[in-house]
């Protein structure tokens, strides 16, 4: 048991970051991203999270602006100045907010951050990591033809990955997949949707279990789990479940209906670290593998996804790049590189075991708000 842990300070940063290249989904391109960082102090130490909120509602109803909103009227009244013995006493304070998993993930974050810190151990560690090492798989948006696609493909397979994931979407999808089939024969594959189908579709995820994948992501509404157990008693593919597993309740129903054989986790998603713990613990008994989902993080972010792809359920590789995969320049040292293997090896400092560049941070930050 650590010591009790006082908030003394909350800052919050929003931080322009540009992609290397667009990521184009169902929902739309993303260029950019102003990530928006929490930094918890007490005492001596600091711990950081990251939101995963976007600039729009596309993936989620939270945005970049709800999110700060939400953070500065309920979050930080909620935990300044109070004092919790450990994660779990942080997480049900912040649970009274209904809602808004990505704020209150990057807060839940930055305290795990700083109760590792403060136990002098690797995140991972306390989480019951089993790996020092973890997959690492890639996730390709949708490209303005099939050759540039297959481009990006060699070069991310020439690179070390050891998994291929192809964005979705109607008139993008069978003769995609087949050409990359064609291409690259014995290529660990998968494709995800990000709900872009309905249930009238289903002819084409009948044709789409012909090419060997890995699974099929998301296929129908975030909502609508019954149609989804119906498309997986049609097809033998695995249906993997993320934007439609936003807690533990929902995972529990998911895999009582039969919608899914695998799970996607982002904490971001979830609500956080406990949340994606728990979610992880059910499925594993009940021999439903899962991996960890991106969002485009930063390091900050990434360091937790990596932490979580350390737990021994966690079973195909995850969307979890090197930071070079998306930005010029990440806001952690060291950065998160690809091993020849195609793994990323997982920090053992202490917390999430990088050095935050907070003067990178304070000079790029377009808002810095702060509470004492």
Known sequence: MGQKLKVEKVDIFIVPMELKYPF?????TEKKRRVVIVSLESGDLKGWGECTAGEGPWYSYETVDTAVHIAKEFLVPLVLKQEFNNPTEFYQRISVVRGNNMIKAAFEEAF???YAKSLGKPLYVLLGGVRTKIFSGVSIGIKGSIDELIRHINMYLNMGYRRIKIKIKPGWDIEVVRQVRRQFPETPLQVDAN????ISYITLFEELDKYNLLMIEQPFHYEDLVD????QKRIGTPICLDESIHS??????????????????KPGRVGGIIQSKEIHDYAKERNIPVWIGG???SGIGRAHLVALATLPNVRYPNDVSASDRYYHEDIV???FKLNKDGTISVPNGPGIGVEVKEEFIEEKAIDIFEWS
């Open 24 to 28: 184009t989904t169902s929902f739309g």
């Open 112 to 114: 795990w951050d700083l």
């Open 195 to 198: 709900a872009a189908y309905d």
């Open 228 to 231: 989804h157990a119906y498309l």
């Open 248 to 265: 533990i309740h929902l995972a529990k129903a998911a895999i009582a209906l039969g919608s899914t054989r695998v799970i996607n986790i």
């Open 295 to 297: 969002m485009l993080e």
């Open 333 to 335: 040292e060291p950065e």
